[in-house]
């Protein structure tokens, strides 16, 4: 139990220095990411088979990333246009309908993600350690770990 609650104090300690080397790279400025993508700082990984062979990372194939969420998109609210008809006197009107959108993911939470996702951030930020990751949603998902 001793090391489950250290454990979770190093994640929070890397989650911490993670978002203070982002803020130091970005100078006081900030990057918001446009929905439905989020900025994740790659996290190193070790790659090692089961014999305890280490693999260079062109020897790799299919990778998977695991990264560290440092910025989300804003909510906002979605207007829809419905169309319906009145059964009795088959009259059509449009009914107006609000949708709150949230992202799935939180800030500082961890999640995995595979090798061919991810938008480079240009100049802004080293492309080796960000990436803007589509959320998670449908044949985009990616898992917390």
């Not at 906002?76 to 009145?86: F, H, I, L, S």
């Not at 061919?116 to 100049?123: A, K």
């Not at 803007?132 to 917390?144: S, T, W």
Request: glycine residues 6%; aromatic residues 10%; contains cysteine.
């Amino acid at each position: 139990m001793n090391n489950i609650k250290r454990i979770e104090k190093l994640e929070k300690q890397l989650a911490e220095i993670c978002k203070e080397i982002y803020e130091l790279s970005m100078n006081g400025r900030r990057f918001t990411p446009m929905c439905p993508y989020v900025l994740v700082r790659v996290l190193p990984k070790e790659h090692r088979t089961e014999g305890g062979i280490w693999l260079a990372d062109t020897a790799q194939t299919k990778t998977v990333y695991e990264g560290l969420v440092l910025e989300v998109w804003k909510p906002y609210v979605e207007e829809q246009e419905v169309v319906k008809t009145n059964v009795n006197n088959n009259e059509g009107y449009t009914e107006t309908k609000y949708i709150q959108r949230y992202c799935a993911v939180e800030i500082g939470d961890r999640v995995a993600f595979p090798h061919s996702e991810g938008l480079p951030v240009g100049d802004w930020l080293d492309d080796r350690y960000y990436r803007l990751v589509r959320e998670g949603r449908e044949i985009h998902d990616y898992h917390r770990v």
